[in-house]
């Protein structure tokens, strides 16, 4: 399965160098691991500390689920959210364990994309505890123009505007200029030697 072609790369390419305003960059990375309480959560919690140098944050169950064994505002989850220098770190990584590989799937409407990770010991330079065991984690990653702040603002908030919003295929040229990602439509077919 070959790369994605992206026609209008060279378009927003130049856009954004007479335009810097309009140059997309990461807003945020956040990591986080559902494991559903108890010992597997702590664990969870110590790997996510030491993979991303930040304490993670607990995330609780909004209603009581008894096929699963979950509780109204018990623990469930562990999160992180990395901005600026080290979210860009921490996402080159966490992309070479998927092989610098994503699938167009992967992208929502607003230029924004995630994707998951089965073993947290595919992270370069991340060596297994057979006390933590191994994890999985999803990775959401939040990209955006400059100017977004008038949205979130507590003061004279605004909208907006529809042409400075992101789009996906923008995203994606930002993703492989920028860490070389290869987009593709699916995954590619697996062939094993034994």
């Known amino acids: ?7 209008n790369e060279h378009l927003y390419l130049e856009d954004w160098e007479a335009y810097p305003m309009r140059r997309p960059f990461i807003s ?20 996510l500390e030491e993979i991303t140098g930040q304490s993670p944050v607990q995330s609780r169950a909004k209603q ?3 096929d699963f064994g979950i509780r109204r505002r018990e623990a469930i989850a ?40 089965t073993e947290h010991i595919d992270i370069p330079d991340v060596k297994y505890d057979p006390q ?9 990653v939040c990209l955006e123009r400059p100017g977004y702040r008038v949205k979130r603002r507590r003061k004279q908030r605004a909208k907006v505007p529809y042409r400075h919003r992101l789009t996906p ?9 920028e860490f070389g990602v290869e987009i593709l439509e699916k995954e590619r077919e697996r062939t094993y030697l034994f």
């Open 169 to 177: 295929e923008e995203s994606m040229v930002f993703m492989k200029n």
């Open 28 to 47: 945020k990375v956040v990591v986080d691991m559902c494991t559903g309480g108890g010992d597997p959560l702590n664990r969870a919690a110590l790997i």
């Open 64 to 66: 009581t689920v008894r």
């Open 78 to 117: 562990v999160r992180v959210t990395l901005r600026h220098e080290r979210g860009k770190e921490f996402l080159s990584r966490a992309l070479k364990a998927k092989e610098n590989v994503l699938l167009i799937k992967n992208w929502d409407e607003d230029g924004n994309f995630a994707f998951g990770i």
């Open 1 to 7: 399965m070959s790369d994605v072609e992206l026609p």
């Open 132 to 140: 933590k065991g191994i994890q999985g984690m999803n990775i959401t």
